[in-house]
Nanobody, 126 residues
């Protein structure tokens, strides 16, 4: 059974930073591609960022490029999302997700992912 647990969310002022973490247990973490998604109230789930199993490739939604950084530590079974220059429109529940091989490469799509965490709330005040 694969479990994903997000942490690090909270309330921050606009322009501030947060670092989200996702701890993964279960099967071999280093074989998973990992992604972050978010869902704001009344809106659909939105792709944020993804990282390949090796960490050698990263992918970002256009609105997050230059502000957010995804990384992973395979020794710690963890993936991170560093969020800088936060805006009120970044307010959402943030989810991490794991993509079990084989990979299709469609990291931007939620259906690519096999396992999901429960989410962590990020609130950015203006």
């Amino acid at each position: 059974q694969v479990q994903l647990v997000e942490s690090g969310g909270g309330l921050v002022q606009a322009g501030g930073s947060l670092r989200l973490s996702c701890a993964v247990s279960g099967r071999t973490f280093s074989t998973y591609a990992m992604g972050w998604f978010r869902q704001a109230p009344g809106k659909e789930l939105e792709f944020v960022a993804a990282i390949s199993w090796s960490g050698g490739y990263t992918f970002y939604a256009d609105s997050m490029k230059g502000r957010f950084t995804i990384s992973r530590d395979n020794a710690k079974n963890a993936v991170y999302l560093q969020m800088n220059s936060l805006k009120p429109e970044d307010t959402a529940v943030y989810y991490c997700a794991a993509d079990d091989p084989p990979y299709s490469g469609n990291y931007y799509y939620k259906d690519e992912y096999d396992y999901w965490g429960q989410g962590t709330q990020v609130t950015v005040s203006s």
